[in-house]
């Protein structure tokens, strides 16, 4: 099963950073795939621990990727994150391009209920995961992906699934724009 998540790690001069990640999970064991390079590969390996933060908050999501990460951190941990987890690098299996990362969990704790994602929330996740690979898939395949997604935006969307979807389609914008020259 893959998660979406957001992961803090900090490397060792204590400097933290946030990424929205999809992480496998099998029972206890969680596999991080991070694309080479980046920075939670690097603190990841400098200092073989890393927080999987739960958060229906969608503006977290799309805020790492359109350069807003100035979120509240007790720690790593994301303040009102519904529930988190520390884990631990256990080995790494190597790859050109995605290596894997084994962690195994050291902690869970529960801070608050899950009452369940609207469609705009799945909206705002998969439209962040399409602006995470612009590079990497024709923009014909995004816009197409985006007028579908935005089917269900337009119908269940609160405040923050407006504000983060925003962010997004400028980011997507800013792209076209960039890249049209």
């Not at 969608?58 to 350069?67: E, N």
């Not at 690098?89 to 894997?100: A, G, H, K, Q």
Request: with cysteine.
């Amino acid at each position: 099963m893959i998660n979406e998540v957001i992961v803090t790690t900090q490397n060792t001069a204590g400097v933290v950073h946030l990424a929205p990640m999809g992480v496998h999970i099998f029972d206890d064991e969680i596999h991080i795939l991070p694309f080479k390079p980046s920075t939670t590969l690097a603190n990841l390996l400098e200092t073989k621990k890393a927080v999987l933060n739960y958060c229906d908050d969608v503006r977290v999501f799309a805020g790492c990727l359109t350069g807003r990460r100035d979120w509240i951190l007790n720690g790593l941990i994301l303040d009102g994150a519904l529930a988190h987890s520390e884990v631990e690098l256990v080995r790494v299996e190597e790859d050109d391009t995605r290596p894997t990362l084994i962690c195994k969990i050291l902690n869970t704790v529960n801070h608050a209920p899950f009452m369940g994602f609207n469609r705009a929330q799945y909206s705002v996740l998969e439209a962040s995961i399409l602006v995470s690979r612009l590079h990497m898939l024709p923009i014909e395949k995004i816009d197409s992906e985006i007028t579908y997604l935005k089917i269900g935006l337009d119908k269940t969307a609160g405040e923050r699934e407006l504000e983060a979807w925003n962010w997004l389609m400028e980011k997507i914008e800013t792209f076209k724009a960039e890249n049209s020259k």
